[in-house]
């Protein structure tokens, strides 16, 4: 594909930050002119291109020509796939490769991969020498609308996720929708939940386009596909902007997180990946909302149906109470004891309120008397081979 045309194709984001800002390029074909972006960006030296193996045998031959074309060292750092990589052990097999190939403080670090390569990748281009340069090429749906934007990152430690990490901000992201195309399609659906969830607490419009359009989307048509990572990256760059550090209005990107985190941990790392955690977790957190008076039942049935017609889940498993209330308070957003959760308001529009255990337990009596019948176990995902 001729670079010379993608301009006009490419849609390019600023996430206003002050010292810190960055732009997220949004273009097909967008891979093949890494070489030409890491220039226009002053990245000079050595690249060392973080990925896993089945990113590898994808891209990794591709990307390395169009890096050493444009005059890069290209030292390749390949991991193993999926959440268990994401550990202070990885964090290491990284800080060798650089000490070996002699990375400075001037050489470049390049996230190519979902969620866990470029939360790794962040973290240690925050930690090597002090601070490295980093860009973001996210990969997987979940990586291009939600992780790689917004400068969290860091590693798991066993005793939780996400414990240890660092702010960091890229010096860009650069997506390249067409990745899509190789992405595992549980992993695609998954990553809808958070494009859903973009519409909910932020932009009714945006809900209603994805309803209209959620056929071709499901197809991985090229148009509407680049208008719902870029609508999704806009929503996530101007929440950031308005709250780099999460004290207050990012935590709004957490609505369906704190019934998701739960049932996540209830299935021990191995039940439901995230963004299925997630959609379970917004309907019943919308649920929650409607019985404690905060919107309208109308809410609820149109976000299940949403989810629905993506293909996710939105069936809350059978879990006793205790267990998923002892589950949300190991979440974040529990704060001197209180657990703090996202509610809708209407579609387009939400906010954070404490629970209480009481009337939080009485509704869910009610979504267990509703939901007999279907006595749905949390799903086993297969054990990494
Ligand atoms: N930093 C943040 O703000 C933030 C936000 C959300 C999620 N996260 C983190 O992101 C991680 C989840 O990200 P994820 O869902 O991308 O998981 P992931 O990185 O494990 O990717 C999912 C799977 O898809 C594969 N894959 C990715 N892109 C592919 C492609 N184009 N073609 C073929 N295979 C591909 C990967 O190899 C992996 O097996 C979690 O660790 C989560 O904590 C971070
Ligand atoms: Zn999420």
Redesign the pocket.
């Known amino acids: 594909m001729a670079p010379a045309n993608s301009d006009r194709l490419r849609e390019i984001i600023h996430l206003e930050l002050g010292a810190r800002s960055y732009d997220i390029h949004i273009g097909c074909g967008l891979l093949k002119e890494l070489g030409v972006e890491l220039t226009r960006l002053r990245c000079a030296g050595k690249v060392g291109v973080v990925t896993?193996?089945?990113?590898a045998a994808?891209?990794l031959k591709p990307v390395a020509r169009v890096l050493k074309a444009a005059g890069y060292t290209v030292v390749p750092i390949v991991l193993p796939?999926?959440?268990r990589?994401?550990t202070l052990r990885s964090i290491g097999t990284v800080m060798d490769a650089l000490v070996d190939a002699r990375f400075e403080r001037s050489s470049t670090l390049l996230a190519l991969?979902?969620?866990?390569?470029?939360?790794i990748t962040?973290f240690a281009a925050a930690i090597y020498q002090r601070g490295i340069p980093f860009v973001q090429v996210?990969?997987?749906?979940?990586?291009q609308v939600?992780?790689?934007?917004?400068?969290?990152?860091?590693v798991?430690h066993p005793k939780g996720?996400?414990l240890i990490g660092a702010f960091n901000q890229p010096r860009a992201v650069l997506i390249d929708p067409a990745?899509?195309?190789?992405?595992?399609e549980r992993?695609w659906i998954?990553?809808l939940a958070?494009v859903i969830k973009y519409g909910v607490i932020e932009d009714e419009s945006f809900f209603e386009y994805l309803e209209q359009h959620i056929a071709p989307i499901l197809t991985l048509s090229d148009a509407p596909v680049a208008h719902i990572v870029k609508r999704s990256c806009e929503i996530k760059a101007q929440v950031v902007a308005e709250d780099e550090r999460e004290a207050d209005r990012r935590r709004i990107l957490n609505f369906g997180h704190t019934i998701g985190h739960a049932l996540e941990s209830l299935g021990g790392y191995r039940g439901m990946?995230?963004?299925e955690a997630v959609a379970v977790g917004m309907v019943y957190e919308a649920d929650l909302a409607r019985h404690l008076g905060y919107c309208e039942h109308g809410v609820v049935t149109r976000l299940r149906a949403l989810l629905a017609a993506a293909g996710l889940p939105v069936t809350l498993p059978n879990v006793p109470f205790r267990a998923l209330w002892e589950a949300m308070q190991q979440d974040k957003k529990v704060s001197a004891g209180t657990v703090y959760c996202v509610v809708p308001e209407r579609i387009g529009s939400v906010r954070i309120v404490p629970l209480a255990k009481e009337p939080t337990r009485a509704w869910y009596e009610t979504v267990r008397t509703r939901n007999t019948g279907s006595r749905q176990r949390i799903p086993r995902k297969k054990p990494p081979r």
Do not use: Q
């Open positions: 896993d193996r089945n990113l994808h891209y796939p999926g959440e990589t994401k991969g979902g969620g866990v390569i470029g939360d962040g996210p990969t997987s749906l979940v990586a939600d992780s790689s934007v917004g400068g969290k990152t860091g798991d996720k996400n990745t899509l195309r190789t992405l595992p992993e998954a990553g958070e990946i995230h963004g």
